[in-house]
């Protein structure tokens, strides 16, 4: 393993900080890890109203805010995971990626899970190729 490749803290204030002792993203070489985006407002810090269908529209908002203040597209997104608590929400949810980006096409992974933080609806982890990130956290 080479030992001048280290990880690397990425934050903005452009979208929500994390609810938890975590960073909001992690890069390691060319891959930028997301930590889990809940639909939260980033003025209230609160989670948007309606369920699962407007907290994954605001997630995406946060994503791609999160990712233009770095300089990535949401074309650079390989993979998203998907934490949701009630399966029945899923059409919402997918109704809602395909509304709000219809020509974003990575990997996906759907995961029934009995709880999420603040008792949010739905939580999206992102792996992104950030081959092209340009550094602003110097």
């Known amino acids: 393993m080479d030992s001048n490749v280290t990880k690397k803290i990425v934050s903005t204030e452009k979208a929500p900080k994390a609810v938890g002792p975590y960073s909001q ?6 891959i930028l ?8 407002d980033k003025k209230t810090m609160k989670l948007v ?5 407007p ?13 233009e203040d770095i300089n990535i597209s949401l074309n650079n997104v390989v993979k998203t995971i998907i934490y949701l608590k009630n399966m ?3 059409s919402k949810v997918s109704h809602m990626y395909e509304k709000s ?5 990575h990997a996906k992974t759907i995961v029934p899970v009995p709880k999420l933080p603040l008792n949010a609806n739905v939580e999206i982890e ?13």
């Open 55 to 67: 907290e994954t529209k605001q997630i995406l908002s946060n994503l791609q805010a999160f990712l």
């Open 101 to 105: 980006f219809p020509n974003l096409k």
């Open 126 to 138: 992102a792996i992104i190729d950030c081959r092209l990130l340009i550094d602003n956290n110097e």
């Open 88 to 90: 029945d929400d899923y």
């Open 33 to 40: 890890y997301m930590s889990g985006l809940l639909g939260l």
């Open 25 to 30: 993203a992690v890069q390691y070489k060319n």
């Open 49 to 53: 109203p309606g369920g699962a269908g």
